[in-house]
């Protein structure tokens, strides 16, 4: 007969106020499963029996890593999640106590998720503690306090229905290289950053992950300073957004608005960022951080629209900032003022849709920051239309242009162009206007001149 040889199942718990970065560092020591929660730590150590012995010498080892980082804390070890849990909280505001699982037939009732209500009716009755409460038909605390009692009973009977839920994994990847001599061109070392990426990029997919940002690091080699001469790494003029740089080292962060473990992709936006702000000495050699995040779903859904893959889109982009420059290419973001030309352009960000497998909206390119109310869109006229308008009685009555005639139906306003008075004059005046069977438009006024500035979509 095969005996068993399953591992039995043994968790701590580590109650402190302490940071939770130190409380991490001691449940490294013993398990890979770590779970943090509010208050503190707990970590999955079955098997150590073996190495250790019993719990309560796994404990008092614990007990030990905690006292030699100075570190106040109580830990609790025992069968079940619940039971680890609620032993190491009993003992809060006590420094470097050890509860034993003997303990918790009497602890009170109040860790046991009970409502004040139903425990000052158990004490009235004389039910003080976690044993006494256990000595009850488990029908007649259903019947009471209903179904959703049966999680206490399962606590207090130490039944395992709890789990630990590992929420602490390692946040990203790293690859290094030296290089045998300094390469001044970039390009060079691409074969080398292939190398790199293969490594980093399988690593991931390895761990069911995907990545949506890289660092790229140089090591620059030093060379004597020139006096009366700017120092090396300003000789190239401004940083590039995302590019940090000083005499020996200059990083690159390279971040995308989606998860991708395509590595011609990432070689090809590396290789357009780099040449947006070139090193400014000869590399010596480079270093590569993968950041970890969830991967992209791979259905897109039947009834998905048409639109270009995001990696092409991208790659695209950093082609025209590098034909007409950074500050020339982005998403449009409006400005909170009263401006003849209310929006600027974010260099950083890319356009964000949802993509839905559904009929309807899911489907349809929505911006991440839309309410259910719709956007309304602006569109400027290049140049302005000039007009002839007809006003009677302070009201803008008709309106007429080389493209279209009509009654003004509705108008608001007026309003001053220009938020920034201290720059100009304020000259401009605007109203919104809607015009019988054409649309809303904005109509401007200037001295004596009319025209409209663009029209309301």
Avoid at 31 to 47: K, P, S
Avoid at 59 to 69: D, E, M, P, S, V
Avoid at 262 to 275: C, H, P, Q
Wanted: aromatic fraction near 8%; include cysteine.
């Amino acid at each position: 007969m095969i005996g068993d040889i399953r591992m039995s199942k043994l968790y701590a718990c580590i109650i402190s106020p302490d940071a939770k970065g130190d409380l991490l560092a001691v449940a490294n020591q013993f398990a890979a499963r770590i779970e943090m929660i509010e208050d503190g730590v707990l970590f999955d150590v079955g098997g150590l029996e073996r190495l250790i012995g019993k719990p309560d010498q796994i404990a008092q080892k614990i007990l030990g890593h905690l006292k030699r980082q100075k570190i106040s804390g109580n830990i609790a070890v025992a069968e079940t999640v619940d039971t680890a849990i609620i032993l190491a909280r009993q003992k809060k505001g006590l420094n470097h106590t050890v509860a034993s699982p003997d303990e918790f037939a009497q602890l009170p009732l109040d860790g046991l998720g009970i409502t004040n209500k139903a425990i000052g009716i158990f004490n009235e009755l004389g039910i003080t503690n976690i044993e006494q409460l256990r000595q009850i038909p488990h029908d007649d605390l259903i019947n009471r306090y209903g179904r959703d009692f049966q999680t206490v009973i399962d606590v207090v009977e130490q039944n395992d229905r709890s789990f630990l839920t590992p929420n602490v994994k390692e946040s990203r990847v790293d690859w290094s290289y030296n290089l045998d001599f300094p390469v001044e061109d970039f390009e060079q070392l691409i074969f080398i950053i292939n190398h790199g990426l293969d490594d980093l990029l399988g690593q991931i997919e390895h761990l069911g992950l995907s990545t949506e940002q890289l660092d790229i690091t140089f090591q620059l080699r030093t060379s004597p300073h020139v006096p009366g001469s700017p120092p090396e790494h300003l000789r190239a003029g401004r940083l590039s957004k995302g590019v940090t740089s000083n005499a020996a080292t200059k990083t690159y962060e390279i971040k995308t608005s989606f998860p991708t473990l395509e590595k011609t992709f990432w070689l090809k936006l590396i290789n357009l960022r780099v040449s947006l702000a070139p090193p400014e000495a000869a590399i010596v050699s480079v270093a590569v951080t993968a950041h970890f995040t969830k991967p992209r779903p791979n259905q897109k859904g039947l009834y998905a629209v048409s639109r270009p893959e995001p990696e092409s889109l991208l790659l695209t982009v950093n082609k025209l900032k590098k034909l007409v420059g950074e500050d020339n290419v982005g998403v449009p973001i409006l400005l909170d003022q009263r401006l003849p030309e209310a929006f600027a352009l974010d260099a950083d960000k890319m356009p964000e849709v949802r993509t839905g497998s559904g009929s309807g909206s899911d489907w349809v390119p929505t911006p991440a920051n839309s309410s259910s109310h719709g956007i309304i869109a602006f569109t400027y006229f290049k140049p302005p239309l000039r007009a002839e308008v007809l006003v009677r009685d302070a009201r803008l009555v008709f309106i007429k242009t080389r493209n279209f005639s009509g009654h003004v139906l509705a108008c608001s306003g007026v309003w001053k162009a220009n938020s920034k008075w201290w720059d100009r004059s304020w000259k401009t005046q605007e109203w919104d206007i809607e015009v019988e069977d054409h649309g809303v438009y904005r109509l401007c006024k200037v001295d004596k001149e009319w025209f409209l500035a663009g029209e309301y979509d």
